[in-house]
């Protein structure tokens, strides 16, 4: 079972910057994959970026491109989330994932405000 406690979120300005971590409770080497996904009011959950855990390849949903860097500290079993110049559209519940063998496993989220 793994644990993963996301924390960062907050009320920003348009343009604006903030950092998500997400905590492991299991050294991140063993996970395959690690996730952010979010999920606005009214809408369905979406990925917003992953990173792997050999290659540390990464990926990230077009909206976010160019604006958000997924990051990871093996040493802190943390997986970052930098977004900058934020848009009003980024405001959502921001939820991290792990997918080890068959079984994924998702945090209790935290909220990102992005509003004037």
């Known amino acids: 079972q793994v644990q993963l406690v996301e924390s960062g979120g907050g009320l920003v300005q348009p343009g604006g910057s903030l950092r998500l971590s997400c905590a492991a409770s299991e050294n991140i080497n063993s996970i395959a994959v690690m996730r952010w996904y979010r999920q606005a009011p009214g809408k369905q959950r979406e990925l917003v970026a992953g990173?792997?855990?050999?290659?540390?390849?990464?990926n990230y949903a077009d909206s976010v491109k160019g604006r958000f860097t997924i990051s990871r500290d093996n040493a802190k079993n943390t997986v970052y989330l930098q977004m900058n110049s934020l848009k009003l559209e980024d405001t959502a519940v921001y939820y991290c994932?792990?997918?080890?063998?068959?079984?994924?496993?998702w945090g209790q989220g935290t909220q990102v405000t992005v509003s004037s």
């Open positions: 990173i792997a855990s050999v290659s540390s390849n990464t």
């Open positions: 994932n792990a997918i080890r063998g068959p079984k994924q496993y």
